[in-house]
């Protein structure tokens, strides 16, 4: 019922930026928080922003101050922003909505997930 895409991912020199987006689509009433997490080779999957509805956000002591999160509720979008890019930072990058109504779940709030983008920084 609802698919997450994400783009924006690639190849970058450390020191760089790079700009994820995720796309929200189909029978979409509303979501609640919208994020962005990341899975590095041999580790597990961990948080590194999301953003409510109405633009609170969280940010993994990792990324504050370098990576900025927004969303456009309209566009059912939301984006990272990741500047001075580090080697550290390479992983691949999921995008996660989380609270979601749709037309056919309207009083169950269901959890989707994206495939995943990768992103690698070169040193």
């Known amino acids: 019922q609802v698919q997450l895409v994400e783009s924006g991912g690639g190849l970058v020199q450390a020191g760089g930026s790079l700009r994820l987006s995720c796309v929200a689509s189909g029978t979409i009433l509303s979501i609640n928080t919208m994020g962005w997490y990341r899975q590095a080779l041999g580790k597990q999957r961990e948080l590194v922003a999301t953003?409510?509805?109405?633009?609170?956000?969280n940010y993994a002591d990792s990324v504050k101050g370098r990576f900025t999160i927004n969303r456009d509720n309209a566009k059912s979008t939301v984006y990272l922003q990741m500047n001075s890019l580090k080697p550290e930072d390479t992983a691949v990058y999921y995008c996660n909505a989380g609270g979601v109504h749709t037309l056919f779940e309207r009083y169950r709030a269901m959890d989707y997930w994206g495939k995943g983008t990768l992103v690698t920084v070169s040193s």
């Open positions: 953003i409510t509805s109405d633009g609170h956000t």
